[in-house]
């Protein structure tokens, strides 16, 4: 049945392309070599075919693309289209993006590269929406730790999937950016993964943004400032198709200004938004911004708060729990984000005493306690957190079953990953497919996770 339906289905690709761009790719691109299907029914099929007058043409092909005869399945496929009878009244771009959201990923990505009206039917927004709900195998989300070690070229990466299929999750490695100064996560959104040059200063960085699925990367141009305090990605495909980049600056006002400036792909350069602000709390943490409902957010160790819609371009403050009476820093352990609730945990003592996770509530009006912790229980089935003497929390993840409540937590303890349920403190497995050197020592810490999810961005 897969066999007939991917013949029927490219049969309608020949027609609707015309045949010339399938055969150039078939005669120019080796990467349409793979399993599956048989040479001698490949041949018999092609003998059937008049298809550029002589059947031999084709069998040449099949003999130049394939070494065994397990390497033409995907030669079946799109040789299989020379068949196809002319039907002029099809609506082409309709049929076509029917025709694509059935191939299998492999096939689909490969298919970008037949021609740009290809190209374009599958880089569309909606397509890629429909594509994912099709194929939900494909979706995978977790998050990337880095971590940077002595004469390393590139940022170490691990990739931990806490919801989806683990085999659909990104290699971990960022050495497909050609970069000779090394490269690293800067932030991370929806998919995208905003990156920069590794060892170097200001004046030679350069930034990318990248797509760990596919291996894809853009060059942006330099934001033209003497000093970057952070850089963020902000993309939601269900209110833009565009990514845009958010840059913290310094400002020529003064040293204790800071300037927004926005890079969108629709103008290919930078601008400064809005007028400088200034920032007495020299602490923001704005390489670590994180973006929820459409904003990005920054926390600091001071009273400072900020939040700025790159849409509109209106930056505003939000309130913060008050710091700890007798101090003058603010403990921040853990800022992000998770289906749309912006979360907070602070702790002026070891993070093993018991520690509260805070939400913002929906009008921004202050925090709330969401959930209080006690980690005695977890403890108790885990021998690592009873032993240490600190810990950090990685990541949380607000999920719900139907009315239960199934939102789970990552921390982090010496020589060790424990993940948990929040709800109830249970156990849980803790997926990866990295090897995880814990010999190395490595102390992993909430601002060196960058939180990844691949729906829409494995095309």
Not at 372 to 393: D, F, K, T
Request: hydrophobic residues 35%; proline residues 5%.
């Amino acid at each position: 049945m897969e066999e007939k339906n991917s013949q029927c289905l490219v049969n309608v690709l020949w027609d609707l392309d015309d045949g010339g761009n399938v055969l150039n790719m078939l005669e120019n691109k080796a990467r349409w070599r793979q399993e599956h299907g048989g040479l001698r029914r490949n041949r018999k099929f092609l003998c059937n075919n008049t298809l550029l007058g002589d059947p031999s043409d084709e069998i040449k092909i099949l003999h130049q693309l394939s070494s065994t005869s397990e390497d033409l399945r995907r030669n079946r496929i799109l040789i299989s289209a020379m068949s196809y009878s002319k039907t002029p009244k099809l609506n082409n771009n309709d049929v076509m993006s029917d025709i694509l959201l059935r191939l299998p990923l492999k096939d689909l990505v490969g298919c970008k590269c037949v021609c740009k009206w290809w190209n374009s039917l599958i880089s569309d927004p909606v397509f890629k929406l429909n594509y994912s709900q099709r194929n939900p195998q494909y979706n995978v989300s977790g998050f990337f730790l880095q971590k940077f070690l002595f004469l390393e070229l590139h940022s170490k990466l691990l990739f931990f999937p806490c919801e989806g299929q683990i085999n659909a999750a990104p290699k971990p490695s960022l050495s497909f950016i050609e970069d000779d100064k090394g490269v690293r996560i800067q932030h991370a959104c929806s998919g995208l993964l905003l990156c920069s040059s590794f060892r170097c200063g200001e004046e030679d960085r350069k930034y990318y943004v990248c797509k760990p699925t596919t291996k894809q990367y853009f060059s942006l141009p330099n934001p033209e400032c003497r000093t970057v305090f952070g850089i963020n990605i902000t993309y939601d495909p269900n209110r833009s198709p565009q990514y845009k980049i958010v840059c913290i600056c310094d400002s020529y006002i003064s040293k204790n200004h800071r300037q927004i400036k926005i890079y969108s792909p629709a103008t290919g350069s930078w601008k400064p938004s809005g007028k400088p602000f200034i920032v007495s709390d020299e602490d923001m943490l704005f390489n670590r911004g994180v973006f929820c409902n459409g904003a990005l957010h920054w926390v600091g160790k001071g009273n400072l708060a900020l939040r700025f819609n790159p849409e509109i371009e209106v930056l505003v403050t939000m309130p913060m729990p008050p710091i700890q009476e007798e101090l003058t820093e603010r403990k921040v352990r853990y800022f992000g984000e998770s289906g749309g609730h912006l979360l907070l945990i602070e702790a002026y003592g070891l993070l093993t005493a018991g520690f509260d996770i805070m939400e913002m509530k929906a009008d921004y009006s202050g925090w709330f306690i969401k959930y209080h912790l006690n980690l005695g229980r977890v403890a108790m089935q885990c021998p690592a957190v009873e032993r240490a003497n600190r810990l950090s929390i990685l990541h949380i993840v607000h999920h719900r079953v139907e009315d239960e409540d199934e939102s789970f937590m990552v921390i982090h303890v010496p020589g060790e990953f424990v993940s948990f349920k929040i709800r109830n403190c249970s156990l849980m497995n803790l997926r990866t497919n990295n090897h995880v050197d814990l010999g190395l020592g490595l102390w992993y810490s909430w601002d060196g996770v960058y939180p990844y999810s691949n729906v829409n961005f494995y095309l």
